[in-house]
């Protein structure tokens, strides 16, 4: 009886650890939505590549529709963790990780960095709203009309050291800026 409990159980782990699979797209009747998201000392940023917004330290997402989240640091590593909605994932400068995730009713939940890197990680923390459809539409259209857009000034100041007390909203990102941030990070520090 002992070594069917443990056969049991090991293959119960291996099915769930399969089916819980972070990388495995979650099936849907629509596309997944492309959040962009890098970590930073000591906020997050989250690009809409599709939308052309992007938020530090605040994710916005429509319940019902799965979200495909690629990452990366723009520093050192990172642990994106929003323990209502997905597991924690590692990020690493330079490379790229992926999370999906879906929201089944709407809300407010938390999200943080869960990787000790330097004395604001203890502030890496974010919100996620989980909105319904039209609901998340209009949030991106406010977004768009704030005529904040993320400009030069703005991409330095991202590097900069800091925790914003309040999420930051973009009305446009250049494109392909998370490249642009996996490419300033492989380059060698001087």
Not at 15 to 36: F, G, K, M
Not at 81 to 91: K, M, N, R, V
Not at 124 to 150: C, G, I, M, Q
């Amino acid at each position: 009886p002992p070594i069917g409990i443990v056969f049991g159980l090991s293959f119960l782990r291996w099915r769930y650890t399969h089916t819980l699979d972070p990388y495995r797209p979650i099936a849907s009747n629509q596309p997944a939505l492309e959040v962009q998201a890098v970590g930073l000392d000591w906020k997050w940023l989250f690009i809409y590549p599709d939308q052309r917004i992007a938020a530090i330290n605040h994710m916005a997402i429509p319940v019902g529709r799965s979200v495909h989240i690629s990452l990366t640091s723009g520093t050192v590593m990172q642990s994106l963790l929003i323990p209502q909605l997905a597991g924690q994932i590692y990020a690493m400068a330079g490379m790229t990780t992926q999370l999906n995730l879906a929201a089944s009713r709407a809300g407010a939940y938390r999200g943080a960095n869960t990787q000790f890197n330097g004395t604001g990680f203890q502030s890496e923390k974010f919100n996620v709203t989980a909105l319904l459809p039209a609901d998340y539409d209009r949030w991106v259209a406010r977004v768009r009309a704030s005529s904040h857009p993320f400009d030069g000034a703005a991409y330095a100041e991202l590097f900069r050291k800091s925790s914003p007390p309040h999420p930051i909203i973009f009305s446009s990102v250049p494109q392909r800026l998370f490249q642009k941030i996996l490419v300033k990070s492989r380059e060698p520090k001087s």
